[in-house]
């Protein structure tokens, strides 16, 4: 519906919100149906079926919503799918080679990006509302049931990789989306096609076998599930091969050829904190709560958790190959959080004399 007495045109109100969505700072935008076809969800449902999303229940409990748009929000017609670049600039792999630091996982080395995209998410959505009165529109970050990924690649942004997780020609394997569903009829960009070809670069990186097929995630085997999801101790069979990844893990995405086309983003939100881009294993396992939350205030690491975030220290710490940092894992031998000092008792194991 528009505002003035002017027929609406649609062409031109894509090409309207394409500019004002690139002023306020996204890099990507496409159109299309506030709808999902059924290989879609039937995907969904095996992988569900299948166990693979571990202890995130909440996928299972809101699955008719995630795989139906119009579920979650039935007058919604349009969705409009935003992303925003956080390639990163150097080697985002390059902490792996230091066994005595923490490997953070690029999108968590600075600001949560929730807030900034939801943000921008919302002033795009007000000044739509403003120039077409009437629209009505809500606004989407992830947490919501709203499956991104496939939206994404209906609406022209990129397609799911053999990695499960969005390519774009032009920024690689990193963008970060949210989406805009809306009651305005508008017409939907064609798809992104796929352009992995014969590659299989992310499968064979992926340090845990966390891909039983291309395009098939075991969320119980990835490490990024491991040390943000999973609550309770790290399987054994697991812990040698995080290595020093203790906040999510960035192999497969590292690897995409398609990276190379994709410069370097400029948002300073995302521009890793010194304190965060290789931090010492040993200060992050002296980390009491109250410290914790101040290093950690306004990003996504915040909200595992002191006791879950010293647990992946630790299996870092058995995994550094240093004496000296025995030391460190006896401290929280006596943890009053079981899972804590179980891994303290592990890694210190490790380090032990032959």
């Known amino acids: 519906m528009a505002a003035a007495d002017a027929p609406f045109d649609a062409e031109a109100a894509k090409a309207e919100i394409r500019v004002e969505a690139l002023a306020l700072g996204f890099d990507a935008v496409g159109f299309t149906e506030a709808h999902l076809p059924d290989e879609t969800r039937e995907r969904l449902d ?40 956080y390639a990163p600039d150097g080697d985002p792999l390059a902490n792996l080679a230091r066994p005595d630091r923490g ?7 600075n600001r949560d990006y929730h807030d900034l995209i939801k943000k ?17 529109l809500k606004v ?33 394997s990193w963008l970060f989306l949210g989406e805009i569903l809306c009651t305005l009829e508008l017409p939907p960009d064609p798809p992104e096609a796929d352009h992995c070809g014969s590659c299989r670069r992310c499968l ?3 340090p845990t076998d966390a891909f039983p097929a291309p395009r098939r995630l075991d969320a119980r085997r990835c490490i990024s599930y491991l040390t943000i999801e999973h609550a309770g101790p790290i399987p054994e069979e697991f812990r ?29 939100a995302f521009a890793p904190r010194s304190e965060l881009d290789a931090p010492r294993l040993a200060e992050l396992a002296a980390l009491e709560d109250a410290a914790f939350r101040a290093l950690f205030s306004g990003s996504p690491v915040k909200r595992i958790g002191r006791d879950r975030f010293v647990r992946n220290v630790l299996v870092a710490i058995g995994n550094s190959g240093d004496p000296a940092l025995r ?19 592990w890694a210190a194991g490790r380090l032990a004399p032959a």
């Open 103 to 109: 490997s953070i996982s690029v999108y968590a080395r």
């Open 240 to 268: 040698a091969p995080m290595g020093n990844r203790i906040y999510g893990c960035d192999d497969c995405l590292a690897v995409c050829p398609w990276n190379k086309f994709a410069q370097a983003h400029s948002e300073p």
């Open 46 to 85: 095996r992988f569900l079926a299948d166990g693979m999303h571990g202890g995130m229940g909440w996928m299972a409990n809101r699955a008719e919503q995630r795989g139906h748009p119009r579920s979650l929000w039935p007058e919604a017609v349009s969705a409009i799918s935003l992303g925003m670049s």
């Open 140 to 172: 989407f970050v992830d947490t919501a049931p709203v499956m991104e990924k496939p939206l994404a690649e209906r609406a022209g942004l990129g397609w799911q990789g053999k990695h499960t997780n969005l390519v774009s020609r032009r920024h690689g």
């Open 327 to 345: 030391a460190t894992a006896q401290e929280h031998a006596e943890e009053p959080d079981p899972v804590v000092a179980e891994a303290a008792r």
């Open 120 to 136: 921008r998410l919302k002033a795009l959505g007000r000044w739509m509302a403003q120039r077409w009165r009437g629209t009505d």
């Open 204 to 206: 064979s990186i992926c």
